[in-house]
């Protein structure tokens, strides 16, 4: 008994202290984190799993971005904080970045991570297509026990995905080699597309397999979302494929000189998934409106707020 309840409280207070410090705010996680403690005889992630009986899937929702893009981090923040939350299922959204170099991210990050407790920092340094997306994803399954997500994501921080629409579109897909997004180049040769870069999302085994395969990292050149493609490729892996077009696009206005409707890129639809190349403020706030994200706005002496569109 003595034996069994030692066996027990270690690994749930080592799992207990890592909540608290990676997400400091999220009492539900440690919640479920504690519970298998009852269930002695189940592995702490088998049991944390089956606890959460009231939704279908787990998944890690990454947005890869810089220490310093602060308000981009805000805007995002408040974006999906003003969501419905998903129908049975528990998406967590998290900022993911490269090492704290300079001394006011540090502070600062330092402060949001108090504040907000929903960012991972990576042991990497900061520069596109130098193998972040590899420690990303192999960075996960060392993060978090075996079973407790289903599915991780790596968003790019000028993408919209509307949670919803995607837990309504995710829960019906495998949990097993699933490689979920916007195939791109599009209307090309299956054989040769990867999911674009405004967000893909696999299963927990695949990033599982990458973690196990420290030979892909640094084994190719080029842009990360087309490497991370061709590794799937070369592995026979992520064969269930999901492509989401037209539901996931570039964003386009009648604003926008030059650009023209094409397989990748339409003005916004009531069915969307995800948006992306959204670039600055005006972008992100017409988006927002249309997905009625300001219906919340109450009357109020307080002020007097017009947001009809000015075009
Ligand atoms: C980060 O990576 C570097 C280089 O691989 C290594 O020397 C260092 O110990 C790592 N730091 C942590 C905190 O893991
Ligand atoms: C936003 O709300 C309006 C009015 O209720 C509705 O007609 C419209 O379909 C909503 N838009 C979206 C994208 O859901």
Known sequence: ??????????PVAVLALFYLVIFPNDLSQLKSALAPCDAASKSVAAAAAAADDDVDFRMFFGILTRPDFYERRALLRMAYALQPPPRRAAIDVRF??????????????????????DILVLNCTENMNDGKTYDYFSALPRLFPAGYYDFAGKI??????????LADTLRRKPRRDMYHGFLNPCHIDP?????????????W???????????????????????????LRGAGKGKNR??????????????MYGADVNCFRHELI???VAVHKLKDRLKWARTL?????????????MYHVDLTPRI
């Open 205 to 231: 085994d695949v990033a599982e397999w990458i973690a196990a395969s420290p030979e892909l990292r640094g084994r190719e050149i080029g842009y990360e979302d087309d490497v991370f493609g061709r590794w």
């Open 1 to 10: 008994m003595a034996a069994n309840f030692s066996a027990c409280l270690v």
């Open 289 to 301: 409106r249309f997905f009625n994200a300001t219906d919340g706005l109450k009357p109020s002496k």
């Open 270 to 272: 009531a069915d969307t």
């Open 96 to 117: 993911v970045m490269c090492s704290l170099d300079k001394e006011e991210d540090a502070v600062l990050v330092a402060l949001e991570i108090i504040t907000h407790g």
């Open 191 to 203: 054989a040769w597309q990867y999911m674009s870069g405004m967000g893909y999302i696999v299963s």
């Open 156 to 165: 790019d921080d000028d993408t919209y995905y509307r949670l919803g629409a």
């Open 242 to 255: 999901f492509g989401e077009e037209p539901r996931m696009y570039d964003y386009l206005d009648r604003e």
